[in-house]
């Protein structure tokens, strides 16, 4: 087994649940020393605890991502602290707020959706970017969703948000061509998560759950994990700029077989 000292180091945010949460067990099997962020530091700490004691490296990290000051902190802490060289950033921080049409959205709700989304993914990639270009062989992450390629009635909110994500990881895979940095979008359709969709409604369980009504499998968090560690272990001059990952059931943002 690797030793911790020599395993190179994945930092993956929004990682209390969730696809996070996921990819930070999953990253760590695959080798990584994972550093986990969000805001729920009880999690975080769970989280490790189950990491190390399955025989990986983790430690946590609490963090906003909207929280710019805070954000550059931890990039300078990670260059003290971390194991081996920063190679890996999966920027999975955001989420979903509300569901009403654009004439009735709550505007509160969509500048809280892009700050998370955009503005949180801009904030840690423009921090770690030095240190993974630094790494010499570095790969950036964006989890972004269908919702960032097609639209849905009762979605522009969130849509608007991920198509920011989406414009974001391919401007930035343009901008940076030619230095040993890959940039990856993971687009997922429908995935059941402990509580994407319970957010979205504002803790109204029954809405939540008639997202997935009649859906024998939607995708689940460790599908999503699964994709994005596919990804990041491919050999170095393998970039997967765009992989789109839907359950079978899950045509398109507005066709979907249901089992009623």
Not at 41 to 64: C, P, Q, Y
């Amino acid at each position: 087994m690797t030793a911790a000292a020599d395993r190179h180091t994945a930092v993956v945010t929004g990682a209390s649940s969730g696809i996070g949460a996921a990819t930070a067990r999953q990253l760590a099997a695959a080798g990584y020393h994972v550093v986990a962020t969000a805001r729920r530091e009880d999690r975080l700490a769970s989280l490790v605890e189950e990491i190390t004691a399955a025989g990986g490296s983790a430690s946590a990290h609490g963090l906003d991502v909207t929280d710019r000051a805070a954000v550059d902190a931890f990039a300078a802490d990670l260059a003290k602290t971390a194991p081996g060289a920063v190679e890996v950033l999966v920027n999975n921080a955001g989420g979903a707020l509300g569901a009403d049409p654009v004439a009735s959205g709550d505007v509160a709700e969509w500048r809280q959706m892009y700050e998370t989304n955009v503005l949180g993914t801009l904030n840690v990639t423009q921090a770690l970017l030095p240190a993974l270009t630094g790494s010499g062989d570095g790969t950036v992450v964006i989890v972004s969703s269908t919702a960032g390629h097609g639209t849905y009635e009762g979605g522009a909110g969130y849509v608007a948000a991920k198509h920011g994500e989406h414009v974001l990881a391919e401007t930035l895979r343009l901008e940076i061509v030619g230095t040993p940095v890959r940039v990856v979008e993971i687009a997922p359709g429908m995935v059941k998560t402990e509580g994407f969709s319970t957010t979205r409604f504002h803790g109204d369980t029954a809405k939540a759950a008639k997202v997935y009504e009649g859906v024998a499998a939607p995708l689940t968090a460790d599908d999503v994990a699964d994709t994005i560690t596919w990804a990041v272990t491919r050999p170095s001059h393998v970039n997967i700029d765009l992989l789109v990952v839907r359950p079978r059931a899950q045509a398109s943002n507005t066709k979907v077989h249901r089992e009623l």
